[in-house]
């Protein structure tokens, strides 16, 4: 006769009936080892989710000043936090799950909030957790290519990736996250210094295999633009660029960057309601396509010029599952004793490309890496 075992690995995810926490709640879900609890303020939306996952519901709020008593309480050993923006957001919850000796992971991909979370590494050393900031395509995923490709280059000179969505409109506040330095100043590391670009600006082209094909690409402003310039010595050039799934949202972006930066419009981000409707009305109209690429120059071992280029292309919109996949391969090696890193970091040099792709197993996402040299 066989006894089950009650899951011993507790995995709150907050915001967690939300676009990406809904997508990380049921992948952790199918993990042997680990209980999800979804969490959030909507007790009747965490418990409907919850009830189809054979999970648990959690009312709460990631303000309330007893939220570390409480992660203590429901006995959690990670906190997943899907509960964005970042943009201007604190700790708050990083320290309360410090407090309570559980992980923490966010999704974030705000710059300050990123590369600052450093500041909590004594406190989370010394409870003897994993904090890690900005589990996400970027940083996680950009660092983990440049990590599988660099041994190729004897001299890394540049890196210029990017991301080219579907029209498929994320939640309110990741777009609001997302305009809010539309046409705003943004540094970025260029002929071995800081050069002053702006938000949304800057449009170029990329050519991705088919079926993608070519996609309009922008400045915007990521955590890889600090971290790469420090993590990868020499390089001379930190570029990220991203583009929208449709061409009338790309040009319309750009245009509302240039009513930013001539100071007719205050901030992108105060249009985020009225622009999020226009996106779902125009969702019908996309291909359900979206990419990722990651461009490196150098030389090779000979002292040749060596261009490569890493993409990813998703189909039938399944583009969203991308940014969850770092929390979710974090949390598979938390729970399984792998993951002995202890501290407060930036999620670069946690999990691999295999790590990565493996949690993409099932969905139309393929990848490949090319030569570009001479293009």
Known sequence: MSVSVEPTFRV???????NFGSLIVRRLSGIDGIRVLVGGRDQKRASELAREVGGEAVCLDMNQPTLSGRLVELKVNLVISTAGPFQGQDYRVARAAIGARAHYIDLADARAFV????????????????????????????AAVIDQLLPRFQRLDSIHHGISSSAKIPG?????????????????????QWQ????WQGLSVHDFPRPLGRRWVAH???????????????????????????RLTQLG?????WLVRGRLLKNAA??????????????????????????????????????L???????????????????????????????????????????????????????????????????
């Open 220 to 246: 915007c402003d990521v955590p890889d633009l600090e971290l790469f310039a420090q993590r990868y010595p020499g390089v001379r050039e930190v570029r990220f660029s991203a583009g929208l799934g449709l």
């Open 196 to 199: 002053v670009v702006h938000g």
């Open 115 to 142: 590369c600052g979370v450093t500041e909590l590494d004594r406190a989370a050393r010394s409870a003897g957790v994993l904090v890690c900031s900005g589990a996400s395509s970027v940083p996680a995923l950009s």
């Open 172 to 192: 309110v506040a990741t777009l609001a996250a997302v305009l809010g330095y539309c046409g705003k100043p943004v540094r970025q590391w260029r002929d071995g």
């Open 12 to 18: 709150l995810v907050l915001g967690g009936y939300g």
């Open 253 to 257: 972006t750009w245009g509302l960057s």
């Open 270 to 307: 105060l249009l985020s309601n009225g622009l999020h409707r226009l996106g779902v009305a125009l969702q019908p109209f996309g291909d359900g396509r979206s990419g990722m690429f990651v461009q490196l120059r150098g030389v090779d071992e000979t002292g040749r010029s060596l261009a």
């Open 309 to 375: 280029c890493w993409e990813l292309i998703a189909l039938d919109d399944h583009g969203p599952n991308i940014p969850c996949m770092a929390a979710v391969a974090l949390a598979r090696k938390l729970a399984s004793g792998q993951l002995r890193q202890r501290g407060a970091m930036p999620c670069v040099g946690l999990v691999s490309v295999d790590d990565y792709l493996a949690e993409l197993d099932g969905l139309k996402v393929s990848h490949g890496v090319r030569d570009v040299a001479g293009h």
